[in-house]
């Protein structure tokens, strides 16, 4: 699986950005896509994740109310909508692929293939 992220920018605070990771090799069909985003000195932390058959969905609480993560099985990509974006939503956005049990899905170490990354800066 080759995942490419997209969709990065700088917004201002209260903003939205949409960022997009697409498959180029393979279909999900038996994964869960999940973003996970690090920022300057911090740990790399879930963001929220999608399980391709199923549809269902997890968000971290910090994310709660303000982002959506959805799929789209024709285009083999995974969308990540942020809205309401404050400057603690600053990071650089990495979207992964794995087959993570429930109770390992927002664990980093479940995903085996990682896109390269798109910085999302929010100005106060």
Do not use: H
């Amino acid at each position: 699986v080759q995942l490419q992220a997209s969709g990065g920018g700088l917004v201002q605070a209260g903003g939205s950005l949409r960022l997009s990771c697409v498959a180029t090799t393979r279909a999900f069909s038996d994964y869960a896509i999940s973003w996970f985003r690090q920022a300057p000195g911090k740990e790399r932390e879930f963001v929220a994740a999608v399980r391709w058959s199923s549809s269902t969905t997890y968000y971290a609480d910090s994310v709660k109310g303000r982002f959506a993560i959805s799929r789209d099985n024709a285009k083999k990509s995974v969308y990540l909508q942020m809205n309401s974006l404050k400057p603690e939503d600053t990071a650089v956005y990495y979207c992964a692929a794995g087959r993570p049990i429930a109770s390992t899905i927002t664990g980093g170490r479940s995903y085996g293939y990682w896109g390269q990354g798109t910085q999302v800066t929010v100005s106060s």
